[in-house]
Nanobody, 121 residues
Framework: QVQLVESGGGLVQAGGSLRLSCTAS????????MGWYRQAPGKQRELVAT???????NYADSVKGRFTISRDNARNTMYLQMNSLKPEDTAVYYC???????????????WGQGTQVTVSS
């Protein structure tokens, strides 16, 4: 019913930048909270940043001052601008959204398939 598709990952040197995008499509009535999570090899998935529909933002301490989350409600798209990247930022980055679907009017959680970000030292 709802698909989240991430893009923008890749390989970058330490100190570089990347911009991730996540676009939602399908039977969408509205999208409430959205967020980026990441999972490094051998580690649990962790929160990177979240943003409400109204624009309230929360960041993990490890990315504060380096990453910027934003969203375009009209385009059902969320972004993550990542600057001053470090090797420890290497992970698969996942998009998450709380979506109210048109068919049921019920809010459910949806995840993207993930995009790899690799930061070389």
């Amino acid at each position: 019913q709802v698909q989240l598709v991430e893009s923008g990952g890749g390989l970058v040197q330490a100190g570089g930048s990347l911009r991730l995008s996540c676009t939602a499509s399908g039977s969408i009535f509205s999208i409430n909270g959205m967020g980026w999570y990441r999972q490094a090899p051998g580690k649990q998935r962790e929160l990177v940043a979240t943003i409400t529909r109204g624009g309230t933002i929360n960041y993990a301490d490890s990315v504060k001052g380096r990453f910027t989350i934003s969203r375009d409600n009209a385009r059902n798209t969320m972004y993550l601008q990542m600057n001053s990247l470090k090797p420890e930022d290497t992970a698969v980055y996942y998009c998450h959204a709380h979506v109210v679907v048109t068919t049921t009017g019920i809010q459910s959680d949806y995840w993207g398939q993930g995009t790899q970000v690799t930061v070389s030292s």
